[in-house]
């Protein structure tokens, strides 16, 4: 069984920094894609920034410029924050979609909070 466990939330001022990292556990099959997501009370989980190996990194327009998508290796994922806005406050979940013998399937991680507050 895959599971995706994030690390690195928190309480930060508002123009602080935050690393979060996200390791994969179980077996690994072929990344079709591999990012972050947030969500806060109340409304859908949305795209924060996706790797599509090989092909293409995507970020939020509202986080281009402030934060980073990098991996390490194929288990080891970060997302480097920084300028955080108090409307960066949310729950932050890793997110992959692996190709398991031609299956697509989607995996989430449990969610680490983020809180940007004086």
């Known amino acids: 069984q895959l599971r995706l466990v994030e690390s690195g939330g928190g309480l930060v001022q508002p123009g602080g920094s935050l690393r979060l990292s996200c390791v994969v556990h179980g077996d690994i099959y072929t990344f079709l894609e591999i990012g972050w997501y947030r969500q806060t009370p109340g409304n859908q989980r949305e795209l924060v920034a996706t790797?599509?190996?090989?092909?293409?990194t995507k970020y939020a327009e509202s986080v281009k410029g402030r934060f980073a998508i990098s991996r390490d290796n194929q288990r080891t994922m970060h997302l480097q924050m920084n300028s955080l806005k108090p409307e960066d406050t949310a729950k932050y979940y890793c997110f992959a979609r692996m190709d398991r013998l031609g299956v697509s399937q989607d995996y989430w991680g449990q969610g680490t909070p983020v809180t940007v507050s004086s």
């Open positions: 790797i599509i190996p090989a092909r293409d």
